[in-house]
């Protein structure tokens, strides 16, 4: 069923929150395994109840982009949305394993399967942890597949794994007129430039990440642009460098430059004593943050979460029209995770 569920979800994907053919399939899919079921909007909690103190939990993402998918595939998407994340491998390596544990007679932990709405917009996990925080873990695990790294090789960090983000937007206000009336100061297109030179200056000064990929501004080419709307990201591997960056960006603001900032995801940090008892895995450790940014990291410290990269090989990069897992990749996640739950017998 592996390679089918992972067709299945690739041909449905939807937007975060709004997962509702994706959660119906799943819910069918798990009807077949003893897995008590909770419901939390389009999010599903499957718990095996071995009767025991503490669980042990794996999280599978539900959720696609708005991009439309060229990969030619014959399971392709044609909803102009796309799994381009790799999320729909995520979730059938989850179902398999749902079906490995169905057959257990027992197990030292009880094992949760954590089907997770929204990781691409904000709120996804932070919507579960209220349900999630009743349960005792030894381990909360997660994992994603990730091009350019290493075919079917798994990959961790004892530093953190992934970087703190933050969301910015750069509200530049001009005066419109028409383009015979030019001034620098009054052209909001102009400003956004200098402001954008200004903070990304400030960002290299303070060695910190910050990049912007959208501005929208004006109205039509012989008028002057009233508003331009910057839209960028701030990185780091810490949040607190976020946070202290954001305070020297905000020093900037006047009557024509207002900055608003999302909520900042924490930098991803594994759990130590968890890494300790996979010392016997073949996992590769990482050396440096990367500046990938994941909401796993929300899931709190006494989760004892610990996550993994699972190398693809050279092919589409993640986020792209062209993106797909390949499903030779599907069977080595699912024996990883088992290989998992082995080490913890």
Do not use: W
Request: with cysteine; proline share 4%.
């Amino acid at each position: 069923m592996l390679e089918q569920d992972y067709k299945s979800l690739h041909q449905i994907p939807e937007l975060g929150f709004k997962e509702f053919k994706t959660s119906a399939y799943l819910l069918s899919r798990l009807a077949h395994t003893k897995a008590k079921i909770t419901k939390i909007n389009t999010g599903i909690l499957a718990f095996f109840d071995f009767q025991k103190e503490k669980t042990i939990a794996f999280r599978a993402e539900e959720d696609a982009l708005p991009i439309k998918e060229k990969t030619s595939l014959p399971y392709a998407s044609r909803n102009h949305r796309m799994h381009a994340c790799g999320h729909d491998s995520h979730m059938a390596i989850l179902l398999s394993l749902g079906d490995y544990i169905h057959h257990l007679d027992d197990y030292p932990y009880n094992l949760l399967l954590v089907f997770q709405p929204s990781e691409e917009s904000f709120g996804g996990a932070l919507s579960l942890i209220p349900s999630l925080s009743s349960f005792s873990f030894e381990a909360f695990f997660g994992m994603h597949v990730f091009p350019h790294f290493k075919k079917n090789t798994f990959y961790t960090s004892k530093i953190p794994l992934f970087s703190s983000a933050t969301e910015i937007d750069l509200i530049i206000l001009g005066k419109q007129d028409h383009i015979a009336h030019y001034k620098k100061q009054n052209d909001s297109i102009y400003l956004g430039y200098h402001y954008l030179k200004k903070i990304e200056n400030l960002a290299k000064k303070e060695k910190i990440f910050f990049h912007a990929g959208k501005i929208n501004g004006g109205t039509k080419r012989n008028v002057i642009a009233g508003k331009t709307m910057i839209k960028g990201t701030l990185r780091s591997d810490d949040i607190s460098k976020n946070e202290s960056f954001i305070k020297k960006m905000k020093a900037l603001e006047n009557d024509k430059l207002k900055i608003q900032c999302s909520p900042s995801i924490p930098s991803l940090i594994n759990d130590k004593n968890v890494l300790k008892k996979l010392d016997s895995l073949p996992l590769n450790y990482l050396n440096k943050t990367l500046f990938e940014a994941e909401d796993f990291a929300f899931y709190p410290s006494y989760f004892h979460p610990c996550f993994f990269i699972m190398g693809l090989g050279n092919i589409s990069s993640l986020h792209t029209n062209t993106f797909h897992v390949p499903l030779s990749s599907l069977k080595e996640g699912l024996n990883f995770y088992i290989s998992i739950l082995n080490l913890f017998k």
